[in-house]
């Protein structure tokens, strides 16, 4: 019987670690996850996989252990205990607009933190095999269509300290000869997407809508462009990348772009409100520096990773608002009507 994978996930907790983590235990991974300490349980996307496969359990497939990307000899002594074959590092302060109050923890945990991980895996001396969460806000104000080629031209604290972080995978890989690679993803949403951005905004004010909680729904720039997929498309791309004979970067994308205004046009259509009634733009939620224009070009990973979305753009956002529908205690079949939207 062959011996399973081992797989070692920091952020296991978001939105992107937790459909990770079901991939990797449907293909009988050995799945280690790294969660912060805190004074509140921040579990809820991973408390089905706890239940499913309880660590206290003698050859458990899944366990948690406690460490901070702020943290080296933490990290260091992680990676020596565990031993995994594949590290998958999606841990960071992700939130774009608070990486401008925060733009030093940012840098420290996103790019500082892909640095001590480097260094633990080169610590050890094992052959494992590392992903990198790069993203498209490194490439900022460059224009589209954005491929591996793509100069960067990051807008964000968040966006630089990703670029640093990317450039020192790219380092580790060609100093060291390490299997390491980055994935520069674009958007990619879900029902388990944090609720302060946008997609989630968006439909979980619709929900609060219809649940007659609140009238209004506030955003910021609606003209902003993005290439929007599924989350849990795009974790099958990150696996893909680290079963390959060479590690490389890869754009992982839909190659269509959306606006917020067509976002928001297409969600609110879905429950038959027309959302100029409830929508209203407030500066604050205004960027210091905006990145107007994202769309990628997903070429190389259709012809190396053989990789596809198959989630649409307009199936992916019924899917968050039954979910968000659901959670205000309304029921989604009442309220959700055939999708029909136009990309650009």
């Known amino acids: ?15 992107d670690g937790s459909y990770l983590a079901e991939l990797l235990l449907d293909k009988g991974y050995e799945v280690h996850g790294v969660v912060r300490r805190s004074s509140t349980m921040n579990r809820g996307r991973i408390d089905h996989l706890e239940h499913a496969h309880p660590s206290h359990l003698e050859g458990a497939r899944f366990t948690l252990h406690y460490g901070d990307m702020t943290d ?24 774009v607009h608070i990486s401008f109050d925060q733009p030093e923890y940012t840098g420290n945990t996103d790019g500082l933190g892909t640095i001590r991980l480097l260094e633990a895996i080169r610590a050890t001396g094992r052959p494992t095999r590392f992903y990198q969460a790069s993203t498209s806000e490194m490439f900022g104000l460059t224009p589209p269509p954005q491929n591996e080629q793509t100069p960067f031209h990051p807008r964000s604290p968040y966006g630089v300290a990703k670029v640093y972080a990317h450039w020192m995978t790219v ?10 690679c980055s994935g520069i993803l674009f958007n990619h949403e879900s029902p388990r997407r944090g609720e302060n ?18 009238s209004k729904l506030r955003l910021g720039n609606l003209e902003a462009r993005r290439d929007w997929g599924h989350a849990r498309d795009y974790v ?27 976002l928001v046009e297409i969600a609110f259509g879905l429950v038959g409100l027309d959302w100029q009634q409830y929508v209203e733009v407030d ?19 259709r012809a190396k990773l053989g990789w596809r979305p198959r989630i649409s753009f307009e199936e992916m956002i019924r899917e968050m608002l039954d979910s968000d529908l659901a959670a205000a205690g309304l029921t989604p079949d009442a309220h959700l009507r055939t999708p029909s939207a136009k990309a650009s």
């Open 236 to 262: 099958e791309a990150m696996w893909l990348m680290l079963q390959q004979q060479a590690p490389d970067d890869y754009v992982i994308a839909t190659g269509i772009q959306w606006s917020i205004r067509q």
């Open 197 to 214: 951005f946008v997609t989630r905004k968006v439909t979980r004010g619709i929900a609060s809508i219809l649940a007659r909680r609140t």
């Open 283 to 301: 500066r604050a939620y205004f960027r210091p520096a905006e990145v107007p224009d994202l769309c990628g070009d997903p070429s190389k990973a």
């Open 1 to 15: 019987m062959a011996v399973a994978k081992r797989a070692l996930i920091t952020g296991i907790t978001g939105q």
């Open 72 to 95: 080296s000899g933490g990290l260091n002594r992680l990676v020596m205990t565990v031993e995994p074959d594949e590290i998958y590092n999606l841990a960071a302060q992700s939130q």
């Open 171 to 180: 380092n580790y890989r060609e100093a060291y000869q390490m299997f390491a």
